[in-house]
Nanobody, 117 residues
Framework: HVQLVESGGGLVPFGGSLRLSCAASGFTFSRYTMSWYRQAPGKERELVARITSDAGSTNYADSVKGRFTISRDNAKNTVYLQMNSLKPEDTAVYYC??????????WGQGTQVTVSS
């Protein structure tokens, strides 16, 4: 049974920090590229950050470069998103995604991040 469980969201003031976690189970985590996406009200879901299976490569949306850091611990089957210098425009539901092929593509249920101005 595949599960991706996000945690760490919440309400934070402008300029604050949060660390999101996504705990995976039910599949071979170390073989999957892991990503964080977000969706704000009335907007499309967008890629925030991605990390390859061996953590050898990462990429970020331009809007979060220099503020967010994605990392993973394959021993713990967990991917993280450290978010610093948060802005109100970062307010969204954040989703974790595990991708290997089109047939092996899993999403979490999301965690709400709200940044107050």
């Amino acid at each position: 049974h595949v599960q991706l469980v996000e945690s760490g969201g919440g309400l934070v003031p402008f300029g604050g920090s949060l660390r999101l976690s996504c705990a995976a189970s039910g599949f071979t985590f170390s073989r999957y590229t892991m990503s964080w996406y977000r969706q704000a009200p009335g907007k499309e879901r967008e890629l925030v950050a991605r990390i390859t299976s061996d953590a050898g490569s990462t990429n970020y949306a331009d809007s979060v470069k220099g503020r967010f850091t994605i990392s993973r611990d394959n021993a713990k089957n967990t991917v993280y998103l450290q978010m610093n210098s948060l802005k109100p425009e970062d307010t969204a539901v954040y989703y974790c995604r595990a991708f290997a092929t089109l047939l092996y593509d899993y999403w979490g249920q999301g965690t709400q991040v709200t940044v107050s101005s």
